[in-house]
């Protein structure tokens, strides 16, 4: 079993920041590959980045691409996005996951999930 809890959601105004942190915890944590993943109102949850916990295989999807990074500190079984630009469209609540993999259909999937935190864009 995997635990994940996410922090760092929140207001910001369009063209700003935020970093979310995930801080994960199990017994076999570190086997899995690592993602964030959004749901904005109204839609299903969408794949965001991934991360292996060795920092490679690391895929952000196009829409966040040049404004996202992933990324993975060891030291501190954490995995962090780094949100810049930031957009309206990127309302959501953002959740972090472990084993993270894309399926023969196209469709990102995951074994384990955090609560979500969220994450709020004002225009």
């Known amino acids: 079993q995997v635990q994940l809890a996410e922090s760092g959601g929140g207001l910001v105004q369009a063209g700003g920041s935020l970093r979310l942190s995930c801080a994960a915890s199990g017994r076999t944590f570190n086997s899995y590959l690592m993602g964030w993943f959004r749901q904005a109102p109204g839609k299903e949850r969408a794949f965001v980045a991934r991360i292996s916990w060795s920092g490679d295989f690391t895929v952000h999807t196009d829409g966040v691409k040049g404004r996202f990074t992933i990324s993975i500190d060891n030291a501190k079984n954490t995995v962090s996005l780094q949100m810049n630009n930031l957009k309206p469209e990127d309302t959501g609540v953002y959740y972090c996951?472990?084993?993270?993999?894309?399926?023969?259909?196209?469709?990102?999937?995951?074994?384990?999930w955090g609560q979500g935190t969220p994450v709020t864009v004002s225009s």
């Open positions: 996951a472990a084993g993270v993999r894309r399926g023969y259909d196209g469709l990102w999937r995951a074994t384990y």
